[in-house]
């Protein structure tokens, strides 16, 4: 059974900006964390952002101030909003949802993945 899916990625231009949205069932959407991953050609996957139950958000120290986190209750649904946009934010990024305790950047502690939505930013 798919728990998440992913959509929005896409190609773009330095500079520019993509939404990614990440739809989930219910049960998982409901879970105690939601966060974006990256993974780039040859690079260990990334963690982007999470946000917890209460709205609570955590980002990346590298990314805080173009990316943000954000998610649609009514819908089940995960965001991220991607601005100024650079070529090395190239990945294929993943919802992940689940987290029981642990580091919110440890992609270990996370139960359930989608399948990931692909990033190309051209310079």
């Known amino acids: 059974q798919v728990h998440l899916l992913e959509s929005g990625g896409g190609s773009v231009q330095a500079g520019g900006s993509l939404r990614l949205s990440c739809l989930a069932t219910?049960?998982?959407?409901?879970?105690?964390?939601l966060a974006w991953f990256r993974q780039a050609p040859g690079k260990e996957l990334e963690g982007v952002a999470t946000?917890?139950?209460?709205?609570?958000?955590n980002y990346a120290d590298s990314l805080k101030g173009r990316f943000a986190i954000s998610k649609d209750n009514a819908k089940s649904t995960l965001y991220l909003q991607m601005n100024s946009l650079k070529s090395e934010d190239s990945a294929m990024y993943f919802c992940a949802a689940d987290r029981p305790g642990g580091s919110w950047y440890n992609p270990d502690e996370y139960r359930y993945w989608g399948q990931g939505t692909q990033v190309t930013v051209s310079s």
């Open positions: 219910p049960y998982v959407y409901g879970s105690s964390s």
């Open positions: 946000i917890e139950r209460d709205g609570r958000t």
